[in-house]
């Protein structure tokens, strides 16, 4: 007997992708996204160059540049406030804020007689942290507060900050004197400490949450590459794994309800989207609930609605997508009296409005899916549901749609 199961309800694994890279004739790189469903990135000119832009409800807003040739904004808060960089008059490159209609050049505060610098994360109470460097030509971790631009110190050889949460804290990536990469975690009263990697001489922190679990990528002792999820209070740190036959991996955003985005690469150097959630890895490519010509190959953002940011190919062209969990209108399936309640029957709580009308339908691959019941009505109590024609399914997955 196979394993079944209700996760395409429970964890949101079935998902509808929308490629987005190309809207209303512009051609847009998306890279980053936020919870109210607007991405922030760039508008790629007729000539190739990147200009700064997001998302807005119904419309993508252009937000020039600092005067250079080409920005991008690299994050994006729940304010929609969004950082990023632009090239200034000289060609240099420089950390910005976008929280109006124009790009504020954040190097104006950093320290003097420092160089280029970017910004690659912001809080949604303002904080931002990146790079900048320094007189020596060294990168610097910084992170920017209303107004203020500190440096979070010279240990190791050279830092960046990848991301920050809204008590201040960051994570990022040092570099030792001999070479050797570590995530570090630097908490709002200057403490810093770093990320126990699975064992090997690489370590790099990515993101983190609210809760101040950090994701990233560490080496194995055997020199494995693998991503990790860490959660800073507990000291635990788990190894993500990879997908079957492949041989590294690398996590690269989460979300506060802990669900982990990345990518899984195999022995050629071809890469797929994963989602690691309930303790598992799940590759993108089985959860898309599309028959179009679609691999997805790199997962790069996840808000808390599960709505995920990725690299993908269309019939062989470079894509970006969003996927968005399909939602079934306020129905659901309850997970905790989910279970077999004999050899081959498999059991179920469902609840919706009280007079609407129902259909189960179950899958094995969410792309196809049929009807298992007839059409049904709620009550004002929950309904019960049992599939005793489980076979020997590898996995089925469970579903309802409201019906006239």
């Known amino acids: 007997m196979g394993a079944l199961g209700v996760m395409g309800m429970i964890h949101g694994q079935c998902y509808q992708a929308v490629v987005i890279s190309r809207l209303e004739q512009e051609t847009v790189s998306p890279r980053a996204l936020n919870n109210n469903g607007l991405w922030a990135g760039a508008v790629i000119s007729s000539g190739g160059l990147e200009i700064a832009a997001r998302r807005m409800t119904t419309n993508t807003v252009q937000y020039g540049t600092i005067g250079g040739a080409s920005s991008c904004l690299l994050a994006i808060n729940d304010n929609d406030w969004a950082v990023g960089y632009s090239y200034d008059g000289n060609g240099v490159e420089r950390a910005v804020l976008q929280r109006g209609d124009n790009l504020e050049d954040l190097s104006l505060s950093q320290p003097a007689g420092f160089g280029a610098s970017s910004a690659l994360g912001v809080s949604n109470y303002g904080h931002v942290t990146g790079w900048v460097l320094d007189e020596a030509g060294l990168m610097r971790a910084f992170l920017y507060f209303q107004g203020e631009f500190t440096l979070l110190g010279n240990f190791d050889a050279s830092q ?97 309800r802990s669900q982990v985005v990345g990518e899984s690469i195999d022995g050629a150097g071809r890469k797929r989207g994963f989602l690691y959630t309930g303790g598992k890895l799940y590759d993108l490519n089985h959860m898309i609930s599309q028959d179009d010509p ?39 399936i309850d997970a905790s009296a989910a279970g077999f309640t004999s050899p081959g029957v498999f059991s179920f709580k469902l609840t919706g409005p009280a007079g609407s009308n129902y259909v189960v339908q179950c899958s094995t691959d969410c792309a196809t899916w049929r009807d298992i019941s007839e059409p049904t009505s709620f009550g004002t109590s929950p309904a019960y549901f049992q599939d005793d024609a489980t076979g020997d399914a590898v996995i089925t997955l469970y579903r309802l749609r409201l019906v006239d």
Request: net charge negative; hydrophobic share 40%.
């Open 160 to 256: 960046i900050g990848h991301d920050v949460n809204d008590t201040g804290t960051v994570v990022g990536t040092s570099k030792t004197d001999d070479g050797k990469m570590r995530g570090f975690i630097h908490r709002p009263a200057g403490t810093l400490e770093y990320v126990p990697g699975l064992g090997g001489e690489l370590t790099k922190a990515y993101a983190l949450n609210s809760s101040f679990s950090v994701v990233g990528e560490s080496a194995t002792i055997l020199g494995e590459k693998r991503a990790y999820l860490y959660n800073y209070h507990s000291r635990a740190i788990t190894n993500l794994g990879v997908l079957d036959g492949h041989i590294a991996s690398r996590a690269l955003a989460i979300n506060d």
């Open 294 to 332: 679609l691999t997805v190959c790199s997962a790069f953002a996840i808000n808390d609605f599960g709505e995920i940011l990725a690299e993908a190919l269309y019939d062989g062209e470079s894509v970006t997508v969003q996927l968005s969990p399909l939602e079934i209108s306020r129905t659901s």
